[in-house]
């Protein structure tokens, strides 16, 4: 099953009553994968701003995870681009490396919870610009700025950074399971501490569950807990799957 899977993506997953076991399909191909338990892991996508210069400079100065590229930028300046409790925490975060912080955000006031915005207001690293957006992302190789719209003034000017953090929001993929299992009002899977979703013997790891952290060791931690429980779940299964 991992080698068939490491080279076909997945069309659709669907569930069986009668024997309790799950097929899986896969695009141009009629042969069906039965299996009596899954772990989803097929993570959640950074919202972009969707703005001219963007798409060919990530990895080049555009990123989604500060904890990830904040060493990168040590003693430089950089932007976090969003209002919310994500945006300020990596942003208090990235002064540990950058010497300036600038926070981007569309609003005159953060969405973020008190105790961050305490922290935040309080931190000589970080300014702030507020009623604003990125309307470009200046650089080919290499971001070596931004264009940036005052939206109160409708004024429009440069700002050199080296790199930006996008926080506007994370979407799940979850598609492929939305009719199977319970997802939250975002979209992501519902999981217990043992990483069951609603549906008996389906697993869900990593950043397509509603979990408040989304890092690749946090990932990594819930495919071991979830291969512990999967191994336990199987232990009392005792159905035949369809040959």
Same mark, same amino acid.
């Given at each position: 099953v991992r080698e068939y899977f490491a080279v076909n993506s997945i069309e659709s997953v669907n569930t069986r009553k009668k024997d309790k076991s799950y097929h899986f399909k896969c695009p141009g191909d009629e042969k069906l994968i039965w299996t009596n338990s899954a772990i989803i892991a097929t993570g959640a996508s950074p919202d972009r701003l969707n703005v001219k210069g963007e798409s060919g400079l990530i990895g080049k100065g555009i990123s989604f995870c500060a904890t990830c590229d904040g060493a990168l930028y040590r003693d430089r300046e950089v932007a976090v681009v969003g209002g919310g409790d994500k945006a300020i925490e990596e942003a208090i975060f990235l002064t540990k490396f950058a010497k300036k912080v600038y926070i981007i955000h569309r609003r005159d006031e953060l969405r973020a919870v008190e105790i961050l915005k305490d922290r935040v207001f309080k931190n000589k690293k970080i300014e702030f610009l507020w009623d604003s957006v990125v309307e470009k992302f200046i650089g080919k190789n290499k971001l070596e700025g931004i264009l940036i719209r005052n939206?109160?003034? *409708?004024? =429009?000017? !440069?700002?050199? @950074?080296?790199? @930006?953090?996008?926080? /506007?929001?994370?979407? $799940?993929?979850? !598609?492929?399971?939305?009719?199977?299992? !319970?997802?939250?009002?975002?979209?992501? %899977? %519902? =999981? *217990?501490? &043992?990483?069951?979703?609603?549906?008996?013997? /389906?697993?869900?790891?990593?950043?397509?569950? *509603?979990? $408040?952290?989304? &890092?690749v060791i946090t990932a990594v931690a819930d495919g071991a807990v979830a291969a512990m429980y999967v191994d336990r779940f199987l232990s009392k299964s005792a159905v035949r799957l369809p040959s």
């Open positions: 939206k109160k003034e *409708n004024k =429009t000017y !440069k700002l050199k @950074v080296d790199g @930006v953090f996008e926080y /506007i929001d994370w979407k $799940p993929n979850s !598609k492929l399971v939305k009719d199977l299992v !319970k997802l939250d009002k975002k979209g992501f %899977i %519902i =999981t *217990n501490s &043992q990483m069951e979703t609603s549906l008996p013997g /389906i697993f869900a790891v990593g950043d397509v569950r *509603n979990t $408040p952290l989304r &890092q």
